[in-house]
């Protein structure tokens, strides 16, 4: 085996498994699942039929990852944090052929607590807040707080606050890195 699953920890069949996967106490991983290598699964997790992980994406304790979600490399999802999957819920109607998609894109980080309502993505290595309840797209580099998440600010790929300076560009204080601030859009400077 190339991955590690603590002994109880229920693991169904047909899902693939990356090596160098630890999956913690009391997590489920149900069929078809796809996890990447390096992942970190917490306790108390819940990861629903036909889920995608990407390489090393760190689940903290008691996350579910319902069907429809899909997580790119480099994820970070909070302790505690929600993810949705239909818009409308009722418990008497059936509508599991109605799960909305929802893509969180590469070096993403989700603050513990937090609320991702389906059908948005979240773009590279946006950064949301404790306890921010996610309504529309998010994208790549933003910061976004508050229920409902707004967007205050934008983040380095280290997870720093990015101050653009009147030309456009800001500097991530631990990296080194450049990002230009353009049409309401971010990117890192090569």
């Given at each position: 085996?190339?991955?590690?699953?603590?002994?109880?920890?229920?693991?169904?069949?047909?899902?693939?498994?990356?090596?160098?996967?630890?999956?913690?106490?009391?997590?489920?991983?149900?069929?078809?699942?796809?996890?990447?290598?390096?992942?970190?699964?917490?306790?108390?997790?819940?990861?629903?039929?036909?889920?995608?992980?990407?390489?090393?994406?760190?689940?903290?304790?008691?996350?579910?990852?319902?069907?429809?979600?899909?997580?790119?490399?480099?994820?970070?999802?909070?302790?505690?944090?929600?993810?949705?999957?239909?818009?409308?819920?009722?418990?008497?109607?059936?509508?599991?052929?109605?799960?909305?998609?929802?893509?969180?894109?590469?070096?993403?980080?989700i603050g513990a607590n937090a609320t991702i309502v389906c059908g948005h993505d979240i773009g590279e290595y946006a950064f949301i807040g404790a306890g921010a309840v996610v309504t529309k797209d998010v994208p790549a580099y933003a910061l976004v707080i508050g229920n409902p998440a707004r967007q205050t600010g934008w983040m380095s790929e280290y997870g720093h606050r990015l101050e653009f300076d009147s030309s456009g560009v800001a500097h991530c204080p631990e990296s080194k890195e450049q990002y230009k601030l353009e049409n309401g859009k971010v990117h890192k400077i090569l």
């Open positions: 085996m190339e991955y590690k699953a603590h002994e109880t920890a229920v693991i169904d069949d047909g899902c693939v498994i990356g090596k160098g996967t630890s999956i913690w106490h009391f997590s489920h991983i149900m069929p078809d699942c796809v996890l990447g290598e390096n992942c970190n699964i917490g306790q108390n997790v819940v990861i629903s039929p036909g889920v995608k992980l990407g390489n090393n994406v760190k689940v903290q304790n008691n996350v579910s990852i319902y069907t429809g979600v899909e997580c790119e490399d480099d994820v970070f999802l909070g302790p505690s944090m929600v993810f949705t999957n239909i818009t409308n819920p009722r418990s008497a109607i059936i509508r599991r052929d109605q799960y909305a998609k929802t893509l969180v894109k590469k070096g993403a980080s």
